[in-house]
């Protein structure tokens, strides 16, 4: 059907910030607004109990996109806390990354892939392209 699936055949899930008026999904839209004013938004934590992934604890805190594999798990719905944040999509802007965890772990039972795009290898790779200045 088109989906790009992951290791365990369910489909990946993604979101893209939307700060700067979707400048990011724009046709130039990033030139537009330029590069020191652009200002990605999106979250992820290493848990969604750390003080709701304050803007001191985080792994990064300004991603351009998330990608999330649901794991082996997906097909069962969510296993705890930090799994069900990663659901959300496209609406949230905050995610959870950490290593697998059993059902007995304290926010449940977590077993999705996640990964982000830093902004600054996006700036990087569109400046080198001469697309961004």
């Known amino acids: 059907q088109g989906y790009l699936l992951d290791a365990w055949q369910n489909r990946v899930i993604y979101t893209i910030t939307a700060s700067n008026e979707y400048a990011f999904t724009k046709p130039n839209g990033?030139?537009?607004?330029?590069?020191?004013?652009?200002?990605?938004?999106?979250?992820?934590?290493?848990?969604?109990?750390?003080?709701?992934?304050?803007?001191?604890?985080?792994?990064?805190?300004?991603?351009?996109?998330?990608?999330?594999?649901?794991?082996?798990?997906?097909?069962?719905?969510?296993?705890?806390?930090?799994?069900?944040?990663?659901?959300?999509?496209?609406?949230?802007?905050?995610?959870?990354s950490h290593a697998a965890t059993a059902t007995t772990a304290a926010n449940g039972e977590f077993d999705h892939v996640v990964t982000w795009l830093s902004p600054y290898l996006l700036y990087n790779a569109m400046i080198v392209a001469g697309q961004l200045h």
């Open 30 to 96: 990033m030139h537009h607004v330029g590069v020191t004013a652009l200002t990605p938004d999106l979250k992820v934590c290493a848990s969604i109990s750390i003080t709701n992934c304050t803007d001191r604890i985080h792994l990064i805190g300004n991603a351009v996109a998330v990608i999330i594999s649901l794991g082996a798990t997906a097909h069962q719905g969510s296993g705890g806390a930090d799994e069900s944040q990663n659901l959300t999509v496209p609406s949230n802007t905050t995610f959870v």
